[in-house]
């Protein structure tokens, strides 16, 4: 794409009422925009990140079998009030729906998760253990009534989520999807570039179980407080951080307090919301309740992490699998350079030939200094600088964004470079 | 994917509060599920479709230069209520609004159309002629607090919407554009199987300009009336049929009253939302407000009307270029006839090897007779069959969906064939 014909401009200074440095960097750099506290617009070079990462997302749930659908945002009171066998309704239970009203006076709230109506429409959907195991997830926009959103992207009141939903006869098959999950999980965090700071943590399981797993992901943005047994590449939340839980789970040695953000969790959610109305029969004819889990990601708040774990102090550094762009070509012509100009576009014109993704800083009347700053504040792992002085030492200045020296390469050797990093890559 | 996988089953009724042809197909062939009146979920069939959809019209707005992004539903009263000329947050001017709580006791409004945001963001990048113009589109979220919510996902209370704008210097530039958009919608009604009953339409230009242009189908379902003028293929809508408004078009000749439904609409908007705050400086240094317009499609709609209109007594038939597969594989298997299932089997792998999209029927204990209902059901335009008889004829029974008689193929020759489809498709 041509910067010169991208609507987005970079910013020198982020809002002031802003905190957070993902969004600082995020709003600087043209990638979201805030519409207001807690709620963020995702501009164009902000949603190809976005869907880089949900398709990461996507082809490791595809891979265990998951079932993409979309369920509806607007719920009805009966579902979460009594269908099964709690309440969820109630502001009391619940303490961040957005509830609204229809112009008939009926109540709808917008769902902050799927677990009720999810069973209740596959009660249409199961009746024999022939229908089960089966897993079923949605990328979709949750809304949560929080107080506190000054995390950026991190914590907003409206946000994509993946929630996957697993359905098995019973406990012992159950565990063995949880297992495929949690892998699942393991290779999207890899992937997406925080593999290396990212923990398998035991965290409360809430009313549903003694403990659930969480994916915390190490920053001093992290509003969480994990402590991670380095040996076992193990962390315990401080939640549930008791000598207690530390012998339950047979972990010694030591333990390494850290701050973390939580970046997927997975729940065993048992017979909690199929009792009594998602049943199946089983072999002998006896009805029994399906044994559920539930397996969050948010990739909007994924990406906020990365920012805040990957970036130095004139930017962000995308790692390859989820840049908006695999090369930023940059052309400093001064003044009317024709020669740089047209050698630019050429190269342009190649890389958008060989199907890589590039994003051509080709605008007019903006200084190389500029182009520098705005270049690392977007952090496109790769930068192709066409100047006066590359094109005398014989080609393309090529730098990545996390290293300090550059290499001249040739067009035909840039070509064959990142082809073979693409090849690498699909792997 | 195996349908024997599939967690969906087909259905023999629709539920009894269903009376739209859509919604009733839809659901009994588990596209959809009605999660309450006027809100459904698009399960892993349906969603397919609507993703085909999505990327049929993604292509045609990328193509005319549209920038993707996504806003989001939350809405600030502020910016409806006083930011620019008119106030679209009273319900008063606008009935369909869902409006709910912030915790903190600030009210939100859920969007129901983005002019207003996106304007107002427009602000912190447009400042220059330099700057102009350019289009933005979306695929988000709407809700509408509509009361008639009786035609299935043709209209529904929430509902994925492309709305793409379009800012220009002035007048002349908008109408350039403008044109290109009446192209590329022309082009997406064709590529979704429509184009041949769809009529671009006058109609009224609501407050904010004399006409506007609106794309109808013709079908019973439709809530629209419009007259057609074949001569020059173009219709009216009823709301301004009127002797001077057919003077005003320079359209004689005959015309035929049809029922319709909107697939799409496109908007001049002019100055309505750009004034006071978005404007540009010229090129003599005058301050101009940027000049508007909005062009809407409703994927999910258009969906629910190719069923409307394309579909017999029997079930759904997708145009290729939406069908959620290619082909629909069916092994016809009596009882354990392994030499059958088996060859099946090395048919589905073969077709997945070769890249086509294969719905494969390998259900067990299900007779060919309900075999073929639900495939007439799913509507997937090319139906091959493998069965005893089949197999004695030399190979694969082979038959359009749309067609009453099939033929034999071999494996070769199906691969060949289907892989020519695809290069007449890609053209």
Not at 365 to 393: C, H, M, N, T, Y
Not at 408 to 425: G, Q, W
């Amino acid at each position: 794409m041509r910067q010169s014909h991208l609507f987005t401009k970079t910013r020198k200074e982020a809002p002031a009422d802003e905190v957070s440095k993902n969004a600082e960097f995020l709003i600087r750099g043209g990638f979201i925009y805030k519409e207001m506290a807690g709620a963020y617009a995702f501009l164009p070079l902000g949603l190809r990140v976005l869907n880089k990462i949900m398709n990461i997302i996507r082809e490791e749930m595809n891979a265990i079998g998951g079932q993409e659908i979309v369920m509806t945002s607007l719920q009805r009171p009966e579902l979460w009030k009594s269908h099964f066998e709690q309440d969820r309704w109630d502001d009391k239970n619940v303490d961040n729906w957005f509830k609204t009203k229809l112009k008939d006076g009926g109540e709808r709230g917008l769902a902050f998760t799927h677990e009720e109506p999810i069973s209740n429409m596959l009660e249409q959907f199961v009746s024999s253990y022939r229908d089960l195991p089966f897993s079923v997830y949605q990328f979709q926009n949750k809304f949560r009534n929080e107080k506190r959103v000054q995390a950026g992207i991190m914590r907003t009141l409206e946000f994509i989520m993946k929630d996957l939903y697993s359905f098995s006869k019973n406990e012992a098959e159950h565990n063995i999807f949880y297992e495929k999950v949690k892998q699942a999980y393991i290779n999207i965090f890899k992937r997406a570039g925080i593999g290396h700071i990212t923990y398998l943590t035991f965290a409360s399981g809430g009313v549903f179980s003694k403990f659930s797993h969480e994916f915390q992901t190490i920053t001093p943005a992290g509003e969480d407080v994990i402590y991670i047994n380095e040996e076992n590449n193990i962390a315990i939340n401080k939640e549930v951080f008791t000598d207690d839980v530390k012998k339950d789970l047979g972990l010694n040695g030591s333990f390494k307090e850290a701050k973390a953000v939580e970046v997927g969790n997975i729940f065993t959610l048992g017979t909690k919301f199929s009792k009594p109305h998602l049943v199946f029969e089983d072999e002998t004819g006896k009805k029994n309740p399906v044994f559920m889990g539930s397996y969050g990601i948010g990739p909007a708040r994924l990406m906020g992490v990365v920012v805040e774990v990957l970036s130095d102090d004139q930017g962000i550094i995308w790692p390859e699998s989820i840049a908006p762009f695999q090369v930023h070509l940059l052309a400093l012509a001064n003044g009317e350079d024709e020669e740089i100009l047209s050698y630019a576009d050429k190269i342009y014109e190649s890389l958008l030939k060989a199907n890589i993704e590039v994003l051509f800083d080709d605008r007019e009347g903006v200084s190389a200094g500029e182009k520098f700053a705005d270049s690392d504040l977007l952090g496109i792992p790769l930068r192709a600088v066409v100047s006066e002085r590359s094109l005398k030492e014989g080609g393309i200045e090529l730098k990545k964004r996390a290293e300090e020296k550059g290499k001249i390469v040739s067009l035909p050797e840039l070509l064959k470079l990142l082809k073979t990093d693409r090849a690498l890559d699909s792997r």
